[in-house]
């Protein structure tokens, strides 16, 4: 193949951006052109090509077998990263950048005017962000968890809260910035901040953080933490395909994600956009494992068997379906596309501990036509003041439980749909103990459920396997002596004891945040009244988990999930700029009038 490192393709303000291509040799273009546009260095390996074997692919070895198929791949860095010119700004410029660089591609000779685009996280961002702008050529997309569907919901913010995944991968890759790689003394001052201790001391403000080195990463995490209030800023094309979702290119998506993603609400609200309006092909992948880690048959602590694997079991391995997919949507194909909808169901397992250490928990890959899958309905369980999920109305006329809440010492993270946390958390499926090596724990490895800031809920054992498919909502009748606070949720499938678990295992599920200033609109916040009842809704990732006979279902209610969520003061004051934080007594009411509830998506057993 022939190859051109690291070609400076024109943006429209005349920015450039670094760019290798790799054209095929020995037969006629013009040629299907792929591309994927990455902040991560198009000259190292991507993460997302380590395959079930071991092998970790390099770009050049990725481009031999895109160019032997007769494909151009081109992977391109963006703006302001490694060799490309510019400022580096996440996510904003990226639909700009990623439209003048298929409008530059669609002009060379070597393209016949059809071009795929593929990547991982940030590197799907990029694609959809381009994809809301109809740039000229793009035919096809390969969508592997990210691509914003709307970042203030998923990705930067939920519920309101601010995810802290943005101030530490900011920190790490600040590191990796044009700035640190040209002066050794801002990486050396990056090396020597202790994150952990940074951590103690939010929120960060101008000069007063561990970014305080580049300023522009600090800049653009501080701004998106201030952003409260869903506005105009939130809107723009590199966050916001909900917005464009009436103009979308009519091409064909491949979407990949798992249910211990940080991209799972995103991933289906755009699987779903595209479905409803264009009439190409879709296809939706979801595995059980943590971000873009589809060989990894485990997450955290738990173990869903070799069949969890892509490799050898949803396909060959993840390089050859892309490269069957692009075959099928960028040329004349006579094969058949594989089935639509492939879903990890995880349960099921035996519960023991394995060799390694992880409770298995199993599963099985499900195939259909849709999703949520066929014959879902949903079923509705009721919080009670003896801490009981019951499937019956509550009739009391008065009950309620509180708690207080303090932010000095926030409910803390165990796990959970996340990513680039390191190194203060970590995602996946972890029993709910306050464990030392997890960030802002008591250490003392006593059960979450044992903190008085926390509510736990739990049904009767199952007297059948129940499927949650779909997704999960929590409605809670709420009231609080402060002006605002924080509710999360957390859905639990709690193990009963056994010779490996004597205490059970408490698995975390899926978990949910609402601040309650946002209870009624994003646009217009409201301050809570002392002592006045109001409803407020909390919307968990989906999930796809079978819950054995035996096993209960556990609702944990609190205020805070930190460090995963920045911690609510309970004063009101504007996002990240709080100086007065407050203890907050927080109520939540189960009566007749007020019934808090959990809905879930169900698929009977049977027909699965």
Same mark, same amino acid.
């Given at each position: 193949?022939? @190859?051109?490192?690291? /070609?400076?393709?024109?943006?429209? #303000?005349?920015?450039?951006?670094?760019?290798?291509?790799?054209?095929?040799?020995?037969?006629?273009?013009?040629?299907?052109?792929?591309?994927?546009?990455?902040?991560?260095?198009?000259?190292?390996?991507?993460?997302?090509?380590?395959?079930?074997?071991?092998? /970790?692919?390099?770009?050049?070895?990725?481009?031999?077998?895109?160019?032997?198929?007769?494909?151009?791949?081109?992977?391109?860095?963006?703006?302001?990263?490694?060799?490309?010119?510019?400022?580096?700004?996440?996510? @904003?410029?990226?639909?700009?950048?990623?439209?003048?660089?298929?409008?530059?591609?669609?002009?060379?000779?070597?393209?016949?005017? *059809?071009?795929? !685009?593929?990547?991982? !996280?940030?590197?799907?961002?990029?694609?959809?962000?381009?994809?809301?702008?109809?740039?000229?050529?793009?035919?096809?997309?390969?969508?592997?968890?990210? %691509?914003?569907?709307?970042?203030?919901?998923?990705?930067?913010?939920?519920?309101?809260?601010?995810?802290?995944?943005? +101030?530490?991968?900011?920190?790490?890759?600040?590191?990796?910035?044009?700035? +640190?790689?040209?002066?050794?003394?801002?990486?050396?001052?990056?090396?020597?901040?202790?994150?952990?201790?940074?951590?103690?001391?939010?929120?960060?403000?101008?000069?007063?953080? $561990?970014?305080?080195?580049?300023?522009?990463?600090?800049?653009?995490?501080?701004?998106?933490?201030? *952003?409260?209030?869903?506005?105009?800023?939130?809107?723009?094309?590199?966050?916001?395909?909900?917005?464009?979702?009436?103009?979308?290119?009519?091409?064909?998506?491949?979407?990949?994600?798992?249910?211990?993603?940080?991209?799972?609400?995103?991933?289906?609200?755009?699987?779903?956009?595209?479905?409803?309006?264009?009439?190409?092909?879709?296809?939706?992948?979801?595995?059980?494992?943590?971000?873009?880690?589809?060989?990894?048959?485990?997450?955290?602590?738990?173990?869903?068997?070799?069949?969890?694997?892509?490799?050898?079991?949803?396909?060959?391995?993840?390089?050859?379906?892309?490269?069957?997919?692009?075959?099928?949507?960028?040329? $004349?194909?006579?094969?058949?596309?594989?089935?639509?909808?492939?879903?990890?169901?995880?349960?099921?397992?035996?519960?023991?501990?394995?060799?390694? %250490?992880?409770?298995? /928990?199993?599963?099985?890959?499900?195939?259909?036509?849709?999703? $949520?899958?066929?014959?879902?309905?949903?079923?509705?369980?009721?919080?009670?003041?003896? %801490?009981?999920?019951?499937?019956?109305?509550?009739?009391?006329?008065?009950?309620?439980?509180?708690?207080?809440?303090?932010?000095?010492?926030?409910?803390?993270?165990?796990?959970?749909?996340?990513?680039?946390?390191?190194?203060?958390?970590? &995602?996946?499926?972890?029993?709910?103990?306050?464990?030392?090596?997890?960030?802002?724990?008591?250490?003392?490895?006593?059960?979450?459920?044992?903190?008085?800031?926390?509510?736990?809920?739990?049904?009767?054992?199952?007297?059948?396997?129940?499927?949650? +498919?779909? #997704?999960?909502?929590?409605?809670?009748?709420?009231?609080?002596?402060?002006? #605002?606070?924080?509710?999360? =949720?957390?859905?639990?499938?709690?193990?009963?004891?056994?010779?490996?678990?004597?205490?059970?295992?408490?698995?975390?599920?899926?978990?949910?945040?609402?601040?309650?200033?946002?209870?009624?609109?994003?646009?217009?916040?409201?301050?809570?009244?002392?002592?006045?009842?109001?409803?407020?809704?909390?919307? $968990?990732?989906?999930?796809?988990?079978?819950?054995?006979?035996?096993?209960?279902?556990?609702?944990?209610? =609190?205020?805070?999930?930190?460090?995963?969520?920045?911690?609510?003061?309970?004063?009101?004051?504007?996002?990240?700029?709080?100086? /007065?934080?407050?203890?907050?007594?927080?109520?939540?009411?189960?009566?007749? &009038?007020?019934?808090?509830?959990?809905?879930?998506?169900?698929?009977?057993?049977?027909?699965?």
């Amino acid at each position: 193949m022939q @190859t051109l490192h690291n /070609h400076m393709i024109p943006m429209r #303000d005349g920015i450039h951006l670094a760019t290798d291509i790799y054209l095929p040799t020995g037969s006629c273009g013009p040629f299907p052109v792929v591309i994927e546009r990455t902040p991560y260095d198009k000259s190292k390996p991507s993460r997302s090509e380590k395959q079930l074997d071991g092998q /970790h692919i390099s770009r050049e070895q990725m481009a031999a077998r895109f160019t032997d198929q007769g494909f151009v791949a081109i992977f391109q860095d963006c703006r302001g990263r490694y060799a490309s010119e510019g400022v580096f700004t996440k996510y @904003t410029a990226e639909g700009e950048d990623g439209f003048d660089t298929l409008a530059w591609i669609v002009r060379q000779p070597w393209c016949n005017g *059809k071009i795929g !685009s593929m990547g991982l !996280s940030y590197a799907a961002h990029t694609q959809l962000a381009m994809a809301c702008l109809h740039p000229p050529g793009l035919s096809s997309m390969v969508l592997d968890s990210g %691509g914003f569907a709307n970042a203030y919901q998923c990705g930067i913010r939920q519920g309101g809260a601010f995810e802290l995944k943005q +101030a530490t991968w900011a920190f790490r890759q600040a590191k990796e910035s044009p700035a +640190a790689l040209a002066d050794p003394q801002v990486r050396q001052a990056l090396e020597q901040e202790d994150i952990h201790h940074w951590f103690t001391r939010m929120p960060w403000q101008p000069g007063q953080s $561990p970014l305080r080195h580049v300023p522009e990463y600090e800049a653009y995490v501080l701004e998106q933490w201030a *952003k409260g209030t869903f506005s105009e800023y939130w809107r723009t094309s590199g966050i916001y395909a909900e917005g464009y979702y009436r103009q979308l290119p009519d091409i064909p998506v491949l979407f990949m994600s798992s249910w211990y993603d940080a991209y799972v609400s995103s991933t289906l609200a755009n699987y779903s956009a595209f479905r409803q309006n264009t009439s190409a092909h879709q296809r939706l992948v979801m595995g059980p494992w943590l971000h873009g880690d589809r060989n990894i048959s485990h997450s955290g602590d738990v173990e869903f068997g070799p069949q969890a694997a892509f490799d050898g079991q949803v396909d060959q391995n993840w390089l050859s379906c892309r490269l069957a997919w692009f075959e099928q949507s960028l040329k $004349p194909s006579p094969h058949a596309p594989k089935a639509s909808v492939q879903v990890f169901l995880m349960g099921g397992g035996s519960g023991q501990r394995d060799p390694d %250490g992880r409770l298995q /928990h199993g599963g099985r890959w499900l195939q259909s036509t849709q999703w $949520p899958l066929p014959g879902s309905r949903v079923q509705t369980l009721y919080l009670t003041a003896q %801490g009981q999920l019951s499937g019956t109305a509550p009739d009391a006329t008065d009950a309620c439980l509180s708690y207080l809440a303090d932010p000095a010492c926030p409910v803390p993270t165990l796990g959970g749909a996340l990513t680039s946390g390191a190194p203060i958390f970590v &995602g996946g499926a972890f029993d709910q103990r306050e464990r030392a090596d997890f960030f802002g724990t008591r250490g003392d490895n006593r059960p979450l459920s044992e903190r008085k800031d926390v509510l736990s809920f739990l049904t009767e054992p199952l007297i059948e396997d129940l499927i949650v +498919a779909g #997704d999960v909502q929590i409605e809670l009748w709420i009231d609080s002596d402060a002006p #605002d606070t924080d509710f999360t =949720a957390k859905l639990i499938d709690l193990y009963p004891p056994s010779a490996d678990y004597p205490d059970g295992f408490a698995m975390n599920i899926t978990d949910g945040i609402r601040r309650c200033r946002y209870r009624d609109s994003w646009e217009q916040p409201t301050a809570l009244t002392p002592g006045k009842r109001v409803k407020v809704t909390i919307e $968990p990732f989906a999930t796809c988990n079978l819950f054995k006979r035996g096993h209960r279902l556990r609702l944990d209610i =609190a205020s805070s999930n930190f460090p995963r969520f920045d911690v609510n003061p309970n004063s009101g004051e504007p996002s990240g700029q709080a100086h /007065h934080s407050r203890v907050a007594r927080n109520t939540v009411h189960l009566s007749a &009038g007020a019934a808090s509830c959990l809905r879930l998506t169900v698929v009977p057993a049977t027909a699965l």
